[in-house]
């Protein structure tokens, strides 16, 4: 009697144990493996492109997808290991997918977003994207949710049925905008030569351009300014930092020259 409880129950207790291990395993294997390839295939790729950036989502999204594929079969094993019958368990997965299909209908509508995501190049890991008005750099990206983190460090947490109307800014050339306002007591042909002047020494001295710094001219007539554009060509990422570099850099230059920047004034009358 002893003997066939030993038989029915030990292997009940040890073999899910070892599948699991087992399980764990093939997918440590398998994802350094995939960590591999995908390294092998970015050692030809320049850091931070596109396609560097979407060999970085494709690693994400074939470990969930492995995860998951390995998971249900652990599941099968188990299932076995305790007498039940799989191949029936899999013959009524047709009625019960169609349970499951109206239950999680907001799931599948996930999946089937994060691969359009993936299929069509809309983002990837590391570009800098808006969505519902949020902006920041894609950090995760999965096949139900998708991660954004903004420059204060706040994370939203997306799901992919719901990035619709996506704006992303790192498949183009992104440009740093800044507007200067000079008082109207200036002279146009002196305020356009420094600053002209200025976008000729910022090409050669700021870092992580993509083109060159350029005046655009005259932006707008204000009522109490005249404002003139100037812009460079950078990185999504660094558009914020160029543009604060540019900002104190033409402050210094405008000091130089004495070039008068407008600001508010109060102008008080004596009654006397």
């Known amino acids: 009697m002893l003997e066939m409880f030993e038989k029915i129950l030990i292997p009940q207790i040890y073999l899910p144990i070892i599948y699991i291990l087992v399980a764990i395993l093939i997918n440590n294997i398998i ?14 790729l320049t850091k931070n ?11 994400v999204l074939a470990k969930n997808v492995i995860k998951y594929l390995i ?4 599941i099968l094993a188990i299932l076995t ?11 009524s997965l047709g009625i019960v997918g169609i349970v499951l299909g109206l239950a999680l209908q907001d799931l599948a ?5 994060g691969c359009s995501i ?4 809309q ?3 590391g570009d800098i994207i808006s969505i519902s008005g949020f902006k920041g750099e894609v950090i995760f990206l999965g096949l139900k949710t998708t991660k954004i983190k903004n420059y204060e460090g706040q994370v939203k947490i997306i799901a992919n049925r719901n990035a619709t109307e996506v704006i992303n800014y790192s498949m183009e050339t992104y440009l740093a905008i800044v507007d200067i306002d000079v ?11 420094v600053l002209n002047d200025l976008a000729e020494e910022l090409t050669k001295t700021l870092p992580k351009l993509k083109g060159k710094v350029e005046l655009l001219g005259i932006q707008e007539l204000a009522s109490s300014s005249v404002k003139y554009r100037m812009i460079a060509p950078t990185k999504a990422s660094e558009y914020v930092e160029i543009e604060r570099k540019m900002r104190k850099a033409i402050k210094e230059r405008l000091d130089k020259e004495h070039i008068k920047i407008p600001y508010p004034q109060i102008e008080v009358h004596n009654g006397n």
């Not at 492109?49 to 690693?59: A, L």
């Not at 509508?109 to 977003?113: P, R, T, V, Y």
């Not at 993936?118 to 190049?121: F, K, Q, R, S, T």
């Open 109 to 113: 509508k996930d999946i089937i977003a």
């Open 49 to 59: 492109s596109y396609n560097y950036k979407k060999t970085e989502t494709f690693k």
């Open 31 to 44: 994802e350094q493996i995939i960590d591999k390839i995908i390294t092998k295939k970015q050692a030809s």
């Open 123 to 125: 983002y990837a890991i």
């Open 118 to 121: 993936i299929l069509e190049n």
């Open 183 to 193: 008082s109207y007591e200036e002279k146009n042909e002196k305020v356009e030569k």
């Open 71 to 74: 998971i249900i079969f652990l």
């Open 81 to 91: 290991v305790y007498g039940v019958d799989v191949t029936s368990v899999l013959a």
